[in-house]
DNA sequence: GATGAATGAGCTTTCATTCAT
DNA sequence: CATGAATGAAAGCTCATTCAT
């Protein structure tokens, strides 16, 4: 499932398949070789094309690398606001932040090259293409601060701890995974369960 | 300070002295640029010293980068092993991890290129390069998991948690912090007590 | 006017007049970037067509640029010979000559980017585009030569210059005027009676 | 000996002898292929080094050319500087302009692949590489123009003419020569001294 | 010990050209 | 007639590496 994800959705003209293809591609050897290792005859391999034809779609490498790291981080707040978005009107903070763990994690591990490559990319890619994806960091950052907030203010984790400090460890938590979780030997349901309650006790505390 | 650490000691000659001063850089441009991003020539200018003269010192790109990589992580444990050796008898598993996470931290945030390095390229690294520091993050992984155990025996966390599970976590809790977190603007002291109590509880739990 | 001569005339056909759209826009690229400077992409702009487009016109890129090399000079001829022919029957060879110079300088400078074209490439092209321009330049030469040799033997112009040798050079002075006299600048009627003055004078001699 | 000509002098180290060649072989190159024609590979056949080694060198292709350009135009300034200075004091200005024009071409057709190369690539040339090339080429008009408004003032040539429109048509007349005379097949001094005799001649006028 | 000089492999990118539609 | 899609060949350029000095 990891390597034959869409993302997004949209027409299905052999044209956007082939550029899918490309993106997938990328997005699957820049979450295995970085930034700098990325080479496009890797990618041109995995999409099945020759090399040049990825210049059809994209002006450039660092065009197609952008839109992979962009996409990546985009990708997760859509799905992680669908999800927010079926929660019953009551639904606590707490437990919508428990989904929003959930989902993270499940995004990350079982469906996306893109939120590793955008997560392992972070610190390396040149500035240029770094911009558009710091956008979409802030807005995703924004939904978690949100929750998190919404959660102090009704006395469900701790008065006294920094937001932002705090979610930065929990996605360090979290993004870290990718690193060394591996699916074969591992069951994504325990994982996602111990996560929780190491995430969710190390905020309520005593 | 972080750009000039001496990564061990030893003979000061001026060769030892030469040799010093390229794996630093190197340390210094791998933690910036990644594997595949590190030229040799980076590494020279910022060691003021023509890229040929690295291999009177390494016999390779691969082996410059490998003795970085694995030294990164020795170097870690050997400051750790020395905080705990300075514990007093007594000291309870507890008080021990708590010392673990502060040492971790500041060493990688405050004193070591060596350590970014190492975790930032974890993933990237060709196998070959991999082995050596696969087997020193396992030397590392056990003091701590030595750790957690007897925390465990002694019921100061919870037994229900797997300790592989929750170490993966906590490294990623703490890993992540060199990608996020500015020492112009963070006062590193916060950041231990913050990460501390956020662990602790973690795992404690209710 | 110069960039959007016609070239000939005949069938004005949609088809015939995007031929001719293709072959002027060629010559206008051909004239600016030189032989190995033009790309079919930068004629298929300026002809607004696709680049695929060209080849239902032409064989190939340099099927295209012969065309334009060979009709500038063959262009030229017909734009001379019809000059000529509209003289009076008793006009001077010298006469005539003036009439060479005034028209071949206006047809370059201000008609036709075929003329340009072929001038500033005809040192770059390869030997196989060369071959047919090279005819027609010769019997573009051989009208001037035929006027000079009449002025000759009518002793109006000097009886021991080498007529090739003068020709070479009064083709230099006029040609070269493309390289460098800037329309918006100068006056070409200016331009013309100094030409033929110097020309003129030149062969006439002492 | 047009192949094999040296630019400049100063140090014959091999390295210097190593960057000479290259830029020899970019001048043959340019003059036979134009700008846009011009291959590093065919340059580096040429010199007998390997492509990358122009790249110790120059900083780029266009940093190659750019010397070449702009070489060609100074030499020529230098070579005529010196033939002029040779000259006793009272030497007329039309003598001057008489050595003047044998020094041009003899530059040209004999000894210089960058004069050629410069001539004929002058309209083609990217507008950076252009510049410095064109100052080079004013300083070289300047002392031109100097002798011809001296002849002017002392009655040698006709008064009503147009110093630059008159330097204009002269330099044609001499730098076509370079695209039709073949040495194989001609003499130079005779070449010589008929352009001399058109040129004075069609400055003089009656 | 160290460097100037050079190379070979391999990268991104461009471009003429083809072909199914 | 014309174009969207793709390719093969070759270009400029970078970089780890070598080697004589």
Redo the contacts between chains.
Sequence with gaps: MADTQENGSGSDSKSARTRRRILDSAAQVLS???????RLSDVADLAEVQAPAIYYYFSSREDLIEEVMWSGVAELRKHLEEALDKLPDGTTPLDRFSVAIEEHLRHELDLSNYATASI?????VPQAIRERQVAEENAYGAIWADILRAAQSAGEIRGD??VH??L??????????S???DPER?DID??VS??K???L??????
Excluded: C, H, P
Aim: cysteine-free.
């Design positions: 295995n070789k970085g930034y700098a290792g990325l392992r990319n972070a610190g390396q701890i920094d400090t705090a930065m460890l929990v996605f360090g938590a979290m993004n870290w995974t690193e060394w979780w591992g325990d994982l111990t996560a309650a190491f995430i006790n190390g905020l309520a505390g005593s």
